[in-house]
Each structure stands twice: as structure tokens, then as C-alpha cells.
């Protein structure tokens, strides 16, 4: 009897201080957390590393092949031309990697080239940006009905610039064209068809 009377005590007194030291779990749900979750989300969340070395924030589906047009629409709002250009190159501000000028149009040709707008620009320089090579990135204008597709090649260097072969294939009803293309950076983000 007294054996089991002498491990009360120690039973409570070693509950009262382990209960009394101070836990390291996450705050619960409904109670203010001072900027932890935001702090945790921002060391968990995945950046996508371009071919430049910089960070993305979004692949907008470039990954997985398919280009989430809307969602670059929707970063890029009412921004054109130039502006986007601008807003590509800027270190604080960059939200998608573009083609810049018309330069898609002229390369595709035909009906189908002028039907490119800027999203499918920026879904072709963001596919330049972060696919895999032999990777097929699609999507399709909602607005126009074309489809199109983006093979990524092998990097390689032209003149100083980190350039990309391309296969671009563009689809409208019965109405198709495949072009082989080069695409250079001009700058982070910013690319160009030189070819």
C-alpha cells in the first residue's frame, strides 16, 4: 500500500509540470496567430526557377502541359504593348514571362497569327520560361477558339542570350500551322522570336 500511495503524488506532480511548460504545437484555428500562418505559408510555398535563374510565384499550369490562360489574363489585367514589358522586367513586380511584340503573329502567319493576343503570348514566353524540354504546353483562346501548342527544346546561348528552340503549332477549325522557332531572352522574362 504504501508503494501505490507514494506514486499519487509523483503521478500529479509530474502531470503539473509538464503541463505548465510551454508547448510548441501551431495556435489553434480560431485563435489569433500574429502572423504565424502567414510566415509558414510563405516557407512552404513552391517557386518555379526559370531558365534565367529567376523565381516565379506561379507556373500557371506549365508544369502539368496545360496553360491556364485566364489566370495569366487575370495577372496581367489591363496592362499592354510595352507595359507588359515593363512590368515583366521589373524585380518587384513580376507576374508572368511573356513573348513581347508581334512577333508571334508575324511568326505563325496567316488568320491564325493575328488571332494571338497578349495571354497567349504570355502563356508562349512562360512556356519558353519553365517547360521541360520536349514538354507540350497547350491551351486554347476561349474568345477566338484557337488552340495552341508549344513544344519547349534545349536551352542553347546566341550572342550572350539564353535562347530556346520551339515547335509552335496553332489550330483554328480546319485551318493549322506548325512552325519551328527560336526564342530568346532580352531580358528575365522577356522573350523573343529570332527566328
Known amino acids: 500500500m ?3 500511495a507514494l506514486r499519487v503524488p509523483l503521478v500529479i506532480g509530474s502531470l503539473a ?3 505548465s511548460v510551454p508547448t510548441l504545437a501551431q495556435p489553434p484555428a480560431h485563435a ?3 502572423g504565424f500562418r502567414a510566415k509558414q505559408k510563405e516557407r512552404s510555398h513552391v517557386r518555379y526557377v526559370g531558365h534565367a535563374g529567376y523565381e516565379w510565384e506561379f ?3 506549365i508544369k502539368s ?3 491556364d490562360r485566364r489566370a495569366i489574363a487575370t ?3 489591363g496592362i499592354t504593348g510595352a507595359l507588359i514589358a515593363n512590368r515583366v522586367a521589373d524585380d518587384d513586380d513580376r ?3 511573356i513573348l513581347i511584340g508581334a512577333a508571334a503573329g508575324a511568326f505563325v502567319g496567316n488568320r491564325i497569327g493575328r488571332n494571338i493576343d497578349k495571354p497567349d503570348e504570355a502563356c508562349i514566353g512562360h512556356a519558353l520560361e519553365l517547360g521541360e524540354t520536349g514538354q507540350p504546353i497547350s491551351w486554347t483562346n476561349e474568345v477566338t477558339g484557337v488552340s495552341y501548342r508549344v513544344v519547349p527544346g534545349p536551352d542553347r546561348e546566341r550572342n550572350g542570350s539564353t535562347c530556346r528552340d520551339f515547335t509552335f503549332t496553332a489550330i483554328a477549325e480546319s485551318e493549322r500551322s506548325t512552325r519551328q522557332g527560336l526564342g530568346c531572352e532580352s531580358e528575365p522574362g ?3 522570336v529570332v527566328q
Open 2 to 4: 504504501r508503494i501505490t
Open 17 to 19: 509540470i509538464a503541463l
Open 32 to 34: 489569433p496567430a500574429h
Open 59 to 61: 507556373d500557371y499550369g
Open 65 to 67: 502541359g496545360n496553360c
Open 75 to 77: 495577372a496581367l489585367g
Open 95 to 97: 507576374t508572368v514571362a
Open 190 to 192: 522577356v522573350w523573343q
